[in-house]
């Protein structure tokens, strides 16, 4: 059994010493610690965290608004800890899942979140049949109206929310993007972003990340070069594209996880396997060097 820490601030102008300090002192190692939200459930140090824990782990934090702000996100986690054998506690808080009490407190948290999730469904109901009832129907006048002005703002407004979900995703796709196109096709280029997307996330179709590409491309945000045709290349040149791309992006991969990104890609040996093995990556390696590709 291992107790991992994690402690979280906000800002960049907070510090999680305190909270290591606590962590270290209730026999926590190693310690990870990460900037971000606590409404953000798409923390990257957080999900790495949570796949690494395997059976008999515990996840320890200082508060349970270090690892979450709504009691939703709080059970999904521990909902995926129990999954995995792992276990939860907080140091302030009275939840220790691997203590009968810290379950039988889990359990009132599911019951409570479920009592609320029906309270606001029977309001909602309730506020709706009295709008009815007095002649009153939901939706903005004007746009039922067919008003010009109004329709051009909530377009306006959707476009600026499209915008904000993608600068946040922005992470996952634009790095990729960057190094590899125009270089490789977007089917080659879809594959090596969803090969590296958290667990549970959904994977991107080609159409929408052209069209993500695109509205960043307009908004300056990358060179209008992502966008031209990708060249077709001749033989395997495509295959050396591929793996200049990932040994470029981490000088620091290995071979041997540079066989497994491909393996996760689908990507065929030369001669037609499906499994990669170090010598086949390493021959690529440097016939990618040999032709000023890395």
């Known amino acids: 059994m291992a107790l991992v820490g994690y402690a979280r601030v906000s800002t960049g ?11 270290r002192a209730a026999g926590c190692d190693p310690v990870h610690c990460e900037t971000g939200s606590g409404g953000d459930r798409t923390r990257p140090v957080l999900g790495r965290l949570l796949r690494e824990l395997g059976p008999g782990d515990v ?19 521990l909902e995926r800890l129990e999954a995995q054998g792992a276990h939860f506690r907080s140091l302030h808080d009275p939840i220790d899942t691997a203590s009968p009490q810290g379950k039988f407190t889990l359990q009132v948290l599911g019951a409570a979140a479920e009592f609320e999730r029906a309270l606001i469904r029977e309001r909602t109901r309730a506020g709706l049949a009295a709008a009815r009832a007095e002649g009153r129907t939901g939706g903005n006048p004007a746009l039922k109206a067919g008003d010009p002005a109004m329709r051009r703002r909530l377009k306006a407004a959707r476009d ?76 395997d040149d495509r295959l050396l594209a591929v793996v200049a791309a990932l040994a470029g992006a981490d000088p620091d991969l290995s071979l041997r996880a540079i066989a497994a990104r491909l393996e996760a890609l689908r990507e065929r040996t030369p001669r037609g396997g499906a499994r990669w093995s170090v010598s086949s990556v390493r021959m690529l390696v440097e016939r990618a060097r040999a032709r000023g590709m890395l």
């Open 13 to 23: 102008e907070q510090t999680p010493e305190g909270q290591v300090a606590e962590l």
């Open 59 to 77: 996840l320890c934090v200082v508060r349970l608004d270090r690892l979450a702000r709504s009691l939703s996100h709080l059970l999904q986690v």
């Open 160 to 235: 600026a929310a499209w915008l904000d979900s993608l600068t946040e995703s922005a992470g996952e796709w634009v790095p990729v993007v960057r190094r590899t196109r125009p270089h490789l096709p977007w089917e080659t280029v879809v594959r090596m972003v969803n090969a590296q997307l958290p667990e549970g996330r959904a994977p991107w179709s080609q159409p929408r990340l052209r069209r993500a590409v695109g509205r960043f491309v307009r908004e300056g945000m990358l060179p209008e070069s992502v966008l031209a045709p990708a060249p077709r290349p001749p033989g």
